[in-house]
């Protein structure tokens, strides 16, 4: 238990907006939509918004596109101009929850001061923790339908026959970057510019630790209590 109601109050627009801070596996999408669906706030995960301006041609997926062919992070000024931009579209209008930005502490101070210039602040950072080793079991027990692109959780997902597609019986598979040892290597790849964001904004007093091994509705509720209450 941090400071109740801790951290910077609102932005001065009114609009909220959350970050989502979490490794692979630890169910950030999952929570993000709950969330979006709960608030009415936009869900902006920096991943899929870089793939969709490839897919579309823009200009902006054009400039992305090397980088994530290399498996590199986009630069900052692109990716800060591309958030700037989802802010200011409708969807927005409330606030949003942004996912996968800030990567790194540099990224954290742009976006803060960004947004500092439009008299707006981040409200709160949930951070939702998983130990490591679970995280590899989670992801490592994912596997997909190739046909129709189901996925399924060996332990928490079953299909009703083992390792065949509910939907077409399609023998399913697993994902390559799925496999134990190349998920621990992308974790630990992730998590230190991950901790240094936390730290950077835990001194700050804005961060909310959830535990995220609870049931996900539990993950869900715990959040919006704190968003209520602080916590
Ligand atoms: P993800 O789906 O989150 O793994 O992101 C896919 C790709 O998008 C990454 O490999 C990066 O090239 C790019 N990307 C996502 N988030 C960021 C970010 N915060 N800063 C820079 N590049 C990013």
């Not at 929850?97 to 709160?124: K, S, W």
């Amino acid at each position: 238990m941090t400071d109740p109601g801790g951290g910077p109050a609102a932005s001065s627009t009114g609009r909220r907006i959350l970050l989502l801070v979490g490794p692979v596996g630890a169910g950030k999408g999952t929570q993000a939509a709950a969330l979006s669906g709960e608030l009415g706030l936009a869900h902006l995960a920096s991943g899929n918004l870089f793939r969709q301006a490839v897919i579309d041609g823009s200009p902006l997926g054009e400039q992305a596109r090397v980088y994530m062919e290399r498996g590199d992070l986009v630069p900052d000024d692109i990716t800060i101009e591309m958030f700037m931009h989802e802010l200011s579209k409708p969807a927005a209008a409330r606030g949003a929850i942004l996912d996968g930005f800030p990567r790194t502490v540099t990224q954290a101070r742009a976006l803060d001061a960004t947004l500092a210039e439009r008299g707006e602040q981040i409200e709160r950072v949930i951070s939702i923790e998983v130990p490591m080793e679970e995280l590899v079991a989670r992801v490592a027990g994912r596997r997909v339908c190739p046909e129709c692109g189901t996925s399924y959780h060996v332990d928490s997902d079953p299909p009703r026959v083992a390792g065949r597609c509910d939907n077409d019986g399609t023998e399913l598979q697993q994902r390559d970057d799925d496999r134990p040892e190349v998920v621990r290597a992308r974790l630990e790849k992730q998590v230190r510019p991950m901790l240094e964001v936390l730290d950077y904004y835990d001194q700050k007093g804005m961060v909310q630790h959830v535990d995220g091994t609870q049931p996900i509705p539990a993950v869900t509720a715990e959040i919006l209590d704190g968003l209520r209450d602080g916590w």
